[in-house]
């Protein structure tokens, strides 16, 4: 730990100040976002859980019963439920990773200006943005756990283990898209371009990243755009892990995919949150 020891105006040093690192003011902040999703937990639940359920037994239980697949063809699923569940909770924490960096991003540096104010004490950028990347951690685990918990019961988790490496999958392809919006928001002076972001990239990449279907069914150039999203990569890993075949040469080139994903919008926040809230 570093320290400054300032000298008073009679030439005497002063007791040295320990400097708090990073990791000391991110634990600081926990408290401020524990009351924040105390206060707002039960918005998120119709959105975070009941609708995505809803969509999973309406797609992959009703739907995928009248859909007579070639398990051949579902990329090692041994039904549609089986390949479309992984895709569907991929997708779901994508969409919660950008909801809590995109609007609330906004809000921080524009409305109600909270790092406005964070920025006025010890805190630093870099603690503030990952605080709040942590808390989008702790929400993407919750709703993770939760989607895992009932879904357990319809046979479509190949193995234990499998479902439980899913869970830290799954929570980084989150923050690599939570920590790639909020770097893009943290840019933004207007929220306009966020509804346009949710139109053409978010919806786009929900339906054709292999959530739905196999890649491989579009056409050839198609299929490489879809394959370059980060999405796929994120469905593609977490389908390999709930239907125990996983491929560990792929699923490197995935982790790290996301990795590096994840640490370029971590920098890319801190540099835009940065130029925005220090003059």
């Known amino acids: 730990?570093?320290?400054?020891?300032?000298?008073?105006?009679?030439?005497?040093?002063?007791?040295?100040?320990p400097v708090p690192t990073t990791g000391q003011l991110v634990a600081r902040q926990l408290d401020y976002w524990g009351r924040v999703y105390l206060r707002t937990w039960?918005?998120?639940?119709?959105?975070?859980?009941?609708?995505?359920?809803l969509y999973v037994v309406a797609i992959g239980v009703l739907l995928g019963g009248y859909i007579d697949s070639?398990?051949?063809?579902?990329?090692?699923?041994?039904?549609y439920l089986a390949f479309v569940v992984p895709g569907m909770i991929a997708g779901?924490?994508?969409?919660?990773?950008?909801?809590?960096?995109?609007?609330?991003?906004?809000?921080?540096?524009?409305?109600?200006?909270?790092?406005?104010?964070?920025?006025?004490?010890?805190l630093t950028v870099p603690s503030i943005v990952l605080a709040q990347l942590a808390f989008v951690g702790f929400r993407l685990f919750v709703a993770v756990a939760v989607f895992l918990l009932v879904l357990a019961?319809?046979?479509?988790?190949?193995?234990?283990?499998?479902?439980?490496l899913a869970v830290p999958v799954l929570i980084l392809v989150g923050l690599a898209f939570a920590a790639v919006c909020f770097g893009f928001t943290a840019?933004?002076?207007?929220?306009?371009?966020?509804?346009v972001i949710y139109r053409l990239a978010i919806l786009p990449m929900f339906l054709f990243s292999g959530a739905f279907f196999p890649v491989s069914q579009l056409p050839t150039a198609l299929e490489w755009a879809a394959k370059a999203t980060?999405?796929?990569?994120?469905?593609?890993?977490?389908?390999m892990l709930t239907t125990d075949t996983l491929a560990g040469g792929q699923a490197l080139v995935?982790?790290?995919?996301?990795?590096?994903?994840?640490a370029f919008g971590t920098w890319w926040a801190v540099r835009r949150l940065t130029a925005k809230l220090v003059v």
Request: glycine share 10%; net charge negative; charged share 10%.
């Open 70 to 79: 070639d398990p051949a063809q579902l990329e090692g699923a041994s039904s």
């Open 254 to 262: 995935h982790l790290v995919y996301l990795g590096a994903l994840a």
């Open 187 to 195: 840019g933004l002076d207007s929220d306009t371009t966020l509804t």
């Open 153 to 164: 019961p319809f046979g479509v988790l190949a193995t234990w283990w499998g479902a439980l």
């Open 230 to 239: 980060p999405l796929w990569h994120g469905v593609s890993l977490t389908r």
């Open 1 to 17: 730990m570093s320290s400054i020891r300032p000298t008073d105006t009679t030439g005497s040093t002063a007791e040295a100040v």
């Open 92 to 122: 779901q924490v994508m969409t919660v990773g950008v909801s809590e960096t995109s609007w609330p991003v906004m809000s921080g540096i524009k409305w109600q200006k909270v790092y406005v104010g964070q920025i006025a004490t010890p």
């Open 42 to 53: 039960h918005g998120t639940l119709a959105s975070s859980f009941l609708m995505p359920l």
